[in-house]
């Protein structure tokens, strides 16, 4: 059993807190930057439960975020939508707080909750009016440490899940092009299977593999608890190290191998009957989407960060239309161009697609591109596959869409967005937990990180994610 | 009950705060200013009183008329450094952007820029875009079976649902779209807001830029800006149920349809607390005890004019029997049984919460200025706390009553 020692080994507390420091607790801050009131305070309890508390006095309403780092990633070969399928039956309800008096208490208190599953983890997040948070403590600590689901709650489940699965891939032709091209591009890489499994996967699974997984996966070790609001940071630090101490420990689950490991076909080709479209994609791989890992310089891998963002914003053409009009210009008039961007603790994959509808001659959108051509045009139209058009827009020989006019743009329209996010308090909780933010004491520097970002860096990185790599061919018809 | 007590407590603590500003403008517009100099940033925003109340789930598609009418185009004065995003709600469309102060002249320019409207023939690219992306998305199962359930709503062969029912669409030439930006501009009733750190002297001269541009002139309005005549419910339904056909999907869709309520009905606050009483109830019959269905919708409650309102449950079709059963025995326990007393006060919590989220923060200041629902949301908030219990259960059993609605069943077009 874990004994009751705290350790805060890295964070600001507001000056307010200092005082209320209770006995035994090592803390190691720095005073808060002098332009905000919040305070960030980072622990992690005895038995490696990790705790952030975001204190903003100016936010009106809390988010309480439980981070579980376990995902469909983690799941065995005859584990597929285990993952999924605890995050529904953490809904079930315990001895303590029955399913509908869970429902009950939330909604007396104003509260918002739900949850997600996505590769690498689960969430479980609530937004409520201030004053509540203790109470919504105590029910997440409860449901992690009473997971006690019964045959007919599975089963019910199953039916909601079932449905769910129904809704997001049976009813959207391209969601299920989706699942499809995952996994034909990752092939039997964790990474290429659909987050809630299949629906006979989900037929099949059984008590005691949701409860096994529960076990195996639940442990402190593996959960982060997020805080933001207008909270008093060490005396919630203390309520939850009397709520959560106890918890077993648990273990991490052994990561997914980093997707650069795997070698991808050079050309794939899939369809659906029921796509009304031909679709041409081109696909290359990312590094993951993370903030600093612990010992990293932190100046450094912020500037990394902050570079890929700019060159991810730059391709979708936020803040300059630049590249989207080259796009058009050379891939063609009226061919609808989408960048889909996914990024995963062990990589990503970015995907341009050039979409048509099958019903409309070719000729039409030839027309749109000579309609083009005579206002002023780089290149002219050459009959190519449209595919080869875009592999031209994005890796061509001159890298004029990537400049420094360009950079500030995108970085102004970046700057503006993180500050008016930093008013959203289950926005800043959720990117903490999923580690691409630190907290909200920290914008400023993050910010200064953003400024410091040259073009040579985003230019970099153009290199290596697009150029020196052909990307993967997609042939959807 | 603590906690109840402490959440229904008064929490205004920004409300002098958040005080707009409000100021008529030539020529016929509205200045409104939210000063909050503790967000670094200047929210603007332009809204003309014309929406998408005639539309249902967004089948007007007004927001592309928006973005191809106006700031599309790409003008030579268009800033890079302030992003015009535009919006429709069911009674207001506009743009919106964030910019940092000391951009804020330049945001303006860029306004005047879109609003007098350059349309370079490269455009046209992405008109063909748009259509092309339509074209395709109407495929979606669940486009057809939106559209399949509108159309019991809206009469497709109505000139004013089909001009714009297709983005792009034949009615969608240069000359129309200038039309239809002349029509949108001589609007009374626009409004431009700024809120966040900026002085109202300063949003005075900004606003002055713009009503330059603006013309003197007011048109008669055009049909899509007057207010909703459409019928809410087509005189081909009856009381019998509807069934209808979609190809290449696996889902079923139950609809109860009947009308809303208008914003200015006195009734609106017993129906927000009946309603939230109802999902729950029903979410928790089909879902918790059940588990049939993941997703439970509703729609258009209450709305500036009176629109449709939709209980929608997606489920497996063949569970369809057994759910029309579950949910209309639940609608009629309402009407017989009525509501408990805690029922009705933790729907009170989860709307003075959602009301509270909305007028405290800064961010949404502005909306809660010039959008005449969100401006009544302090106002709804305290009679939604007030409304006595007695009063709920009235309008519950009234309205719920499963007889009030028709039924519309979506189902999968056999292979």
């Known amino acids: 059993m874990p004994g009751p020692s705290l350790c805060i080994y890295a964070g600001t507390l507001l000056a307010a807190a200092w005082a209320q420091e209770p006995a035994g607790v090592v803390v190691h801050a720095a005073p808060p930057p002098a332009e905000t009131s919040a305070g960030l305070l980072e622990a992690e309890l005895s038995n490696g439960l990790r705790v952030t508390i975001v204190s903003d006095p100016m936010l009106t309403h809390e988010a309480v975020v439980i981070r579980v780092g376990v995902g ?20 079930a309800g315990t001895e303590r707080y029955p399913r509908e008096a869970w429902w009950d208490l939330q909604d007396g208190l104003g509260a918002t909750s739900n949850a997600f599953t996505r590769r690498d983890d689960t969430t479980y997040h609530t937004v409520l009016p201030p004053l509540g948070v203790g109470t919504v403590l105590e029910m997440e600590a409860d449901r992690l440490a009473n997971f006690d689901v019964q045959h007919e709650q599975l089963e019910r489940e199953r039916g909601v899940v079932l449905d769910e699965l129904r809704l997001r891939y049976g009813m959207e032709p391209h969601a299920r092009l989706g699942v499809r091209l995952q996994r034909e591009l990752l092939g039997e890489h964790p990474y290429g299977r659909p987050v809630g499994g299949e629906a006979a996967a989900v037929d099949a699974l059984d008590i005691a593999a949701v409860t096994a997984f529960h076990e195996r996966h639940y442990g402190a070790r593996n959960v982060h608890l997020v805080l933001v609001g207008p909270l008093a940071a060490v005396p919630l630090l203390l309520r939850i190290e009397a709520l959560y101490g106890a918890l077993p420990a648990g ?3 052994t990561p997914p191998p980093p997707l650069a490991a795997i070698d991808m076909a050079r050309r794939i080709d899939v369809g659906d009957p029921t796509l009304r479209t031909r679709e041409n994609g081109l696909v290359w791989q990312l590094p993951p989407d993370r903030i600093c890992a612990e010992g990293e310089d932190r100046s450094d891998c912020d500037q990394a960060y902050w570079a890929g963002q700019i060159m991810l914003a730059l391709l979708r053409g936020e803040g300059s239309a630049t590249i989207q009009v080259r796009m058009a210009r050379i891939i063609g008039g009226g061919v609808p161009v989408t960048l889909d961007v996914w990024r995963s603790d062990q990589g990503g994959l970015v995907t341009l697609y050039a979409r048509r509808h099958r019903g409309v001659p070719l000729a039409m ?13 780089v290149l002219p139209i050459k009959g190519q596959p449209t595919f080869y058009r875009m592999e031209t827009a994005v890796r061509g020989a001159d890298t004029d869409w990537i400049d420094e006019q360009a950079i ?70 | ?22 100021e008529p403008l030539e020529p016929g517009g509205r200045l409104v200013v939210v000063e909050d100099h503790r967000v670094p940033l200047v929210r603007v925003e332009l809204s003309l009183p014309v929406g998408s109340s005639a539309a249902w789930w967004q089948d007007l598609h007004l927001d592309t008329v928006w973005s191809l009418v106006a700031c599309n185009a790409e003008g030579p004065e268009r800033s890079d450094l302030v992003d015009f995003v535009p919006w429709v709600r069911d009674h207001r469309a506009g743009w919106t952007a964030l910019m940092m102060p000391g951009d804020a002249e330049e945001a303006m320019v860029s306004l005047v820029d879109c609003l007098q409207g350059v349309f370079p023939a490269g455009r046209f690219w992405d008109k063909a875009a748009q259509r092309n992306a339509w074209d ?20 497709p062969d109505d000139v004013r649902y089909g001009v714009t029912r297709r983005p792009g669409g034949v009615a969608m030439t240069a000359p129309r779209m200038a039309e239809i930006r002349e029509g949108l501009l001589s609007l009374d009733g626009w409004t431009l807001g700024f809120a966040g750190d900026i002085e109202i002297e300063r949003a005075q001269e900004l606003a002055a830029m713009l009503a330059r541009v603006l013309p003197h002139r007011r048109a008669q309005d ?89 209980l929608r449950v997606p489920m497996a079709p063949e569970s369809v029997l057994e759910q029309v059963a579950v949910v209309e025995a639940e609608l009629a326990r309402v009407a017989t049984e009525g509501l408990s007393a805690d029922e009705v006060d933790r729907a ?27 401006a009544r949301s302090l106002e709804l908030r305290g009679l939604c706390a007030t409304v006595s219990l007695t009063e709920v259960e009235r309008f519950a059993r009234a309205y719920f009553a499963p007889e009030r609605f028709v039924r519309v069943q979506v189902l999968p077009k056999p292979e």
Do not use: K, N
């Not at chain 1, 469909?72 to 809904?91: C, I, K, N, R, T």
């Not at chain 1, 697009?466 to 993967?472: A, N, R, T, Y």
């Not at chain 2, 395709?136 to 009469?155: K, N, Y």
């Open chain 1, 72 to 91: 469909s990633a983690h799941e065995a070969a005859d584990e597929h939508g285990l993952a999924h399928m605890v995050e529904h039956l953490m809904f």
């Open chain 1, 251 to 253: 273990q991490r689950p």
């Open chain 1, 365 to 377: 959108y030839q027309f749109g591109a000579i309609m083009g051509a005579l206002v002023g045009v």
């Open chain 1, 408 to 477: 500030d743009e995108v970085r102004a329209s970046v700057r503006r967005h993180e500050l008016a996010r930093s008013w959203d308090p289950l926005a800043r909780a959720l990117a903490i937990a999923a580690g691409t933010e630190r907290g909200a004491t920290e914008l400023s520097e993050r910010l200064d990180g953003l400024e410091a970002v040259s073009a040579s860096a985003v230019l970099q990185l153009y290199q290596d994610w697009f150029l020196d790599v052909p990307g993967v061919r997609v042939h959807v018809r």
């Open chain 2, 1 to 22: 009950m603590v906690a109840l007590a402490v959440v229904l407590a008064p929490a205004d603590a920004f409300a002098d705060a958040l005080a707009p500003h409000s």
């Open chain 2, 136 to 155: 395709a998305g109407r495929h979606s199962p669940s486009v057809q079976q939106s559209r399949a359930v509108a159309r019991l709503f809206f009469d």
């Open chain 2, 222 to 310: 055009p049909w899509w800006a007057q207010p909703d005549t459409l019928p809410l419910l087509s005189p081909a339904l009856g009381a019998a149920p509807v069934s209808i056909e979609v190809e290449a999907t696996m889902e079923a869709l139950l609809v109860w349809a009947r009308s809303g309520l208008s914003l200015d009905d006195e009734a609106v606050p017993a129906a927000l607390l009946a309603e939230t009483v109802v999902l729950r109830r029903l979410r928790r019959a089909l879902r918790d005890e059940r588990g049939d269905t993941y997703a439970l919708m509703s729609d258009g409650l209450v709305a500036l004019a009176p629109s449709p309102y939709t």
């Open chain 2, 348 to 374: 009170r919590a989860l709307i003075h919460a959602g009301l509270q989220g909305a007028d405290d923060a800064p961010a949404e200041a502005l909306w809660l200025a010039v959008d005449p629902l969100a």
